[in-house]
């Protein structure tokens, strides 16, 4: 799986996708990551990418030839399944979301700035406006790592232990179980004694529980969702 990332700070990225277990998942082939300098793509010797906005008001906007230039470069090379744009006014982005992306093959994801980008690139080069919470931040950058990172850990060879991605919170609607490792007793402060009764079906059960109490408590809305179903 390919993710090319359209920025106009690439360096903010760099380092975040050359280390752990994204640098792995490459170094194993199994995903790639490309980052693209929007100022790459601007058309006059300035390298501008951003302009005042029609009928005024504070803050720049993204010009729509810069960003078409690079979104029409990639797309001449591959096809790409989706054309994301990380925008505070997005959908919202879910494990769901992260799910449904790791069995894409080719992804562009533009990092808004800004105010934001010309309308016209929304309207005619985006294929998904994504936001990944209800804050706002100074760039995209950061969606665009986070929606990453969610996205490669499901592909397949990324993880050590495949199976692990399968038991994160969300994955099931529910919030992951407590963990624990060694020692069982720190000072005095103990390791439930189920987990280590070696009964595989009631360390299973106890979990299955935890996980669901915690839904109930932290995360009510998910909770409601289960038992609707
Ligand atoms: N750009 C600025 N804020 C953002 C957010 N919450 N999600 C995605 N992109 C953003």
């Known amino acids: 799986m390919r993710i090319d990332i359209i920025t106009c700070v690439p360096d903010l990225l ?31 010797n300035q390298k501008q990418i951003d302009d005042y906005a029609f009928g005024g008001g ?24 989706a054309i994301v744009y990380t925008t505070p006014d997005g959908e919202n982005f879910s494990q769901e979301t992260a799910n449904r992306f790791s069995l894409l093959e080719n992804i562009i994801i ?30 995209g950058e950061l969606a ?5 990172d969610a996205v490669f850990r499901l592909v397949p060879g990324v993880m050590n232990d495949e199976t692990s991605a399968l038991t994160d919170s969300f994955q099931d609607g529910l919030l992951a179980p407590p963990v ?3 020692p069982a007793d720190y000072k005095g402060w103990t ?7 070696g009964h595989q079906a ?28």
């Open 14 to 44: 760099a380092s975040f996708f050359s280390h752990s277990i994204l640098k792995r998942g490459q170094a194993a082939g199994v995903i790639e990551v490309h980052l693209h300098n929007l100022r790459d793509y601007a058309t006059n």
């Open 58 to 81: 504070a803050g720049m906007v993204m010009m729509i030839e810069p960003i078409d230039r690079c979104i029409s470069a990639l797309k001449a090379e591959r096809n790409y399944d």
């Open 110 to 139: 533009l990092c808004g700035h800004y105010k934001g980008v010309d309308q016209r690139v929304r309207e005619n080069l985006i294929t998904h406006e994504i936001s990944i919470g209800d804050y706002v931040l100074s760039g």
């Open 144 to 148: 665009a790592a986070v929606m990453a």
């Open 180 to 182: 624990y490792t060694r």
């Open 191 to 197: 390791v439930p004694e189920v987990l280590s009764s």
């Open 202 to 229: 009631k360390v299973e059960e106890w979990r299955f529980n935890q996980s669901l109490e915690r839904t109930k408590e932290r995360r009510p809305d998910l909770y409601s969702r289960l038992t609707e179903n």
